[in-house]
């Protein structure tokens, strides 16, 4: 298994502008994470979802931060306008239960 | 809440000396237990588990960490660091809604 795949691998965009950030779990998971990383916030969870159905969205920052799960091989993170403080590296991570969680190797996000 | 503690921001040891990096968590019951390590630009990568049992488990890269319920600790050990080792070292708890619940990390650095 290729693991968890994540794209882009770097994204510089401007202010204002739509990102779209995506995942492909590992297959046969049934559990999908989105963190986001920062300097001075640490490792912070932002969705999550079990089964494609989102459970738990109270990290997620505002109205601008949406997520989606149309298949369970598949999620998006959108962010829309981005804004400079959106900055920062995005996780996304799969599990199969209770075991241990495969992260992807990131997005790093610059809004310029 | 449930919450996961890492008392320790930045730990400096030199090659050759032991390592304890501290966790503490906040459950009403005993959580699955994990500790992850990342290195710079990349994603986490899992060293150990604890989820029953034997409450001394020994991972990836000649880790171990203790697991003690009367102290809601699980500390991650060892004995000789190297250079290898510098990283951020993150403990994580996974809950009964599946959800992993990560502490703020803890920056290794090593001393040649």
């Known amino acids: 298994d290729a693991g968890v795949i994540q794209s882009p691998r770097h994204e510089v965009t401007e202010m204002g502008q739509e990102v779209t950030l995506r995942c492909k779990p590992i297959?046969?998971?049934?559990?999908l994470f989105w963190y986001r990383q920062t300097m001075m916030r640490g490792l912070e969870l932002l969705i999550y979802?079990?089964?494609?159905?989102?459970?738990?969205d109270s990290g997620m920052p505002e109205d601008r931060f949406s997520a989606k799960m149309p298949n369970a091989s598949f999620s998006t993170l959108k962010i829309q306008p981005s804004e400079p403080r959106d900055s920062a590296v995005y996780f996304c991570a799969s599990s199969g239960g209770v075991e241990k969680l495969f992260f992807g190797s990131g997005t790093q996000l610059s809004v310029l | 809440a449930q919450s996961v503690t890492q008392p320790d921001i930045h730990i400096t040891v030199s090659e050759g000396a032991s390592l304890e990096l501290r966790c503490n968590y906040s459950y009403g019951a005993t959580p699955y237990l994990f500790w992850y390590v990342q290195s710079p630009g990349q994603g986490l990568q899992l060293l150990l588990k604890y989820f029953s049992g034997d409450t001394l488990v020994q991972g990836i890269k000649g880790f171990e960490a203790e697991f003690k319920r009367s102290q809601s600790s699980f500390n991650l050990r060892k004995p000789s660091v190297h250079w290898s080792d510098a990283a951020e070292y993150f403990c994580a708890a996974l809950d009964y809604g599946q959800n992993f619940v990560f502490g703020p990390g803890t920056r290794l650095s090593v001393l040649p």
């Open positions: 979802f079990n089964n494609n159905v989102p459970i738990d």
């Open positions: 297959s046969g998971h049934n559990s």
